[in-house]
């Protein structure tokens, strides 16, 4: 009996302890000015736009790491508060081109992109005409093949990417304009040290004639007449290249839990951005200089909760990635190498671009987030969201974004995307797009840092009850669900 007594009163000081901090006050911690504070370094000049792989990323990476140190966070990877990864970039040196023996001229005849070179070289003797139209739903057998198709009113690249996934070889797109861009001498940036070896080029339409059998060139009358089927078609590219190497790095930074400890929930956002462009600085304040900041503040109330007896049940993880702007590859490379189990990764909260107001929101624009992907995975963050926002947030919680017929498909455009396609519950948080978007004009002195305050405070009250929920989130939607 005494001793159970004495048991009681040890929970009761554990409890007391745990309880020096509660939630509300410990979202203070997060105010205007201090996300200014961060802001004012992460989209100053001296970070040069914080594109992946330059010296710009590498300083923003500095300073996120001597803010997660302060706070007292541990590294999270190895010891280490970076995670690096390399990104390569096909560089084309030399092009030649012989169709049917005869040679091409680069930039008058044809068009290449350095994003879809052939590995050494390309050669065939046989073709497959697609005509204009051609789409993932081709029933046609592509495997290993080179298709040759006529541009219509689409993107081309839309028709090469879907080669691509059919397994098709290479594409060919006949140009119907024939007023086209330089080739690209630099490729998009990837993750696989290997170059995927697919090929595609642009031809004029009266070069492109050879490739069907044409001795002349043809009029736009005469290619619509071009019967769809394999043509024996010599081809012969060749191409010099190398892929440069760029360095690159995510930021990860954790607060350990006590009681679950193999269990973790993530905050992220991307801290890179496009860098300079002809001389010109692109400052990416909002995009995602703002998210970027929000993180670091977050980690700095949990951190200072921390200070005063608060201790989340599941380890919570501060991760800022890089190479969002050249394809989310900073997420997608910590999706393919968790440092963390991702099975055991509760939930994923992304903050990307929240300081600023959509200029056709037509709520209360003080007072407004945008919500996404919350409903995807797991049917338990759409009632958290509601609960912490009902208590204490007050916020217009704005859910437009999920509409899977939404054209601006937002959802598939953060870094949350990566943790979803694996599986993970994740919500977006975002204001929509403005002018400035993606412009060098997305600068510090457009954010609201009044209403980016009440958006952190509700994302961190958020963070607070999904660390201390005693389950994970559970994952109970169905996988096949539209949009997913
Ligand atoms: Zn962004």
Do not use: C, F
């Given at each position: 009996m005494r001793k159970l007594l004495f048991l009681n009163f040890l929970l009761i000081c554990a409890i007391?302890?745990?309880q020096k901090i509660d939630i509300s006050t410990a979202s203070k911690f997060i105010t205007?000015?201090?996300?200014?504070?961060?802001?004012s370094?992460?989209?100053?000049?001296e970070m040069q736009g914080r594109e992946a792989g330059t010296e710009g990323e590498?300083?923003?990476?500095?300073?996120?790491?001597s803010q997660y140190k302060k706070f007292n966070l541990k590294p999270g990877f190895n010891g280490n508060y970076k995670l690096p990864f390399t990104l390569y970039q096909d560089v084309a040196a030399t092009s030649e081109l012989k169709i049917n023996g005869e040679p091409a001229t680069l930039d008058e005849d044809y068009w290449t992109n350095a994003s879809y070179l052939p590995t050494n070289a390309l050669k065939t003797n046989a073709i497959i005409y697609v005509g204009s139209e051609f789409n993932e739903k081709t029933k046609l057998d592509v495997k290993g093949k080179i298709l040759v198709a006529t541009e219509n009113e689409e993107n081309s690249l839309r028709k090469v990417a879907a080669a691509q996934k059919l397994g098709a070889a290479a594409m060919?797109?006949?140009s119907k304009t024939n007023t086209n861009a330089p080739s690209a001498n630099t490729g998009r940036p990837r993750l696989a040290q290997k170059p995927t070896g697919f090929s595609y080029f642009k031809v004029t339409k009266s070069f492109g004639s050879k490739l069907v059998g044409g001795s002349k060139?043809?009029?736009?009358?005469?290619?619509?007449?071009?019967?769809?089927?394999?043509y024996t078609t010599n081809i012969e590219w060749k191409v010099e290249q190398h892929a440069k190497e760029m360095p690159s790095a995510n930021v990860i930074a954790y607060l350990p839990a006590k009681e679950k400890t193999d269990e973790y929930l993530f905050i992220t956002s991307h801290y890179d951005h496009e860098g300079i462009k002809n001389g010109v600085i692109y400052y990416g304040a909002d995009d995602d200089g703002s998210?970027?900041?929000?993180?670091?503040?977050?980690?700095g109330a949990f951190a200072n909760a921390a200070k005063q007896g608060f201790v989340?049940?599941?380890?919570?993880v501060f991760m800022n990635v890089s190479g969002e702007e050249k394809g989310l590859l900073g997420s997608k490379y910590y999706s393919e190498h968790p440092v963390f189990p991702l099975e055991k990764t509760t939930a994923d909260l992304n903050i990307d671009m929240v300081g600023r107001i959509d200029p056709t929101y037509n709520g209360d624009s003080n007072n407004y987030v945008y919500i996404i992907g919350e409903e995807k995975i797991s049917s338990d963050l759409q009632k958290i969201t509601n609960s912490i926002n009902n208590e204490a947030g007050h916020l217009e919680i704005d859910r437009r974004f999920n509409d899977p017929n939404d054209p601006n498909r937002f959802y598939y455009r953060s870094d949350h995307y990566n943790f979803a396609n694996k599986g993970v519950p994740v919500l977006f948080y975002f204001n929509g797009t403005h002018r400035d978007y993606h412009q060098p004009s997305d600068t510090i002195e457009k954010i609201n840092f009044d209403l980016m305050e009440k958006r952190v405070r509700f994302i961190f009250k958020t963070a607070w009850e999904i660390a201390m929920k005693d389950e994970m989130l559970k994952r109970d939607m169905p996988l096949d669900m539209p949009g997913r």
């Open positions: 007391t302890h745990a205007a000015d201090g996300l200014k504070e961060h802001l370094v992460i989209a100053s000049a590498r300083k923003a990476a500095a300073y996120l790491i060919i797109i006949v060139a043809y009029s736009d009358q005469e290619w619509s007449e071009i019967p769809k089927g394999i998210g970027t900041a929000s993180v670091v503040a977050i980690a989340p049940k599941r380890n919570i």
